[in-house]
């Protein structure tokens, strides 16, 4: 049974930082880029960050851009998200993904999801 359990969300002050975790377990993920989506009250889940499977390729959307910083630990199966100067609309429940590039364009595998909270 394949399961990524996200966890480090919470409350925090506007400019502040949080690192948000999602532990992959149930298959192997060799190959498997990693995405992070964000959905606050009243609004579409929204691309966030996806990491390649070396780590070394990090895509971000313009939001989060030069704030947020995409991690992975493949021998945990295990990524991260770093997230500095965090904004009160940065509040949201954040959810990891998984997908298999070779053979699919959508994200075959989804979290629970974590609550942040950003306050003014």
């Known amino acids: 049974q394949v399961q990524l359990v996200e966890s480090g969300g919470g409350l925090v002050q506007a400019g502040g930082s949080l690192r948000l975790s999602c532990a992959a377990s149930?298959?192997?993920?060799?190959?498997?880029?990693m995405g992070w989506f964000r959905q606050a009250p009243g609004k579409e889940r929204e691309f966030v960050a996806s990491?390649?499977?070396?780590?070394?390729?990090?895509y971000y959307a313009d939001s989060v851009k030069g704030r947020f910083t995409g991690s992975r630990d493949n021998a945990k199966n295990t990524v991260y998200l770093q997230m500095n100067s965090l904004k009160p609309e940065d509040t949201a429940v954040y959810y990891c993904?998984?997908?298999?590039?070779?053979?699919?364009?959508?994200?075959?595998?989804w979290g629970q999801g974590t609550q942040v909270t950003v306050s003014s």
């Open positions: 990491i390649n499977w070396s780590g070394g390729f990090t």
């Open positions: 149930g298959r192997s993920f060799t190959g498997y880029v």
């Open positions: 993904a998984a997908k298999d590039p070779r053979i699919a364009r959508t994200y075959d595998y």
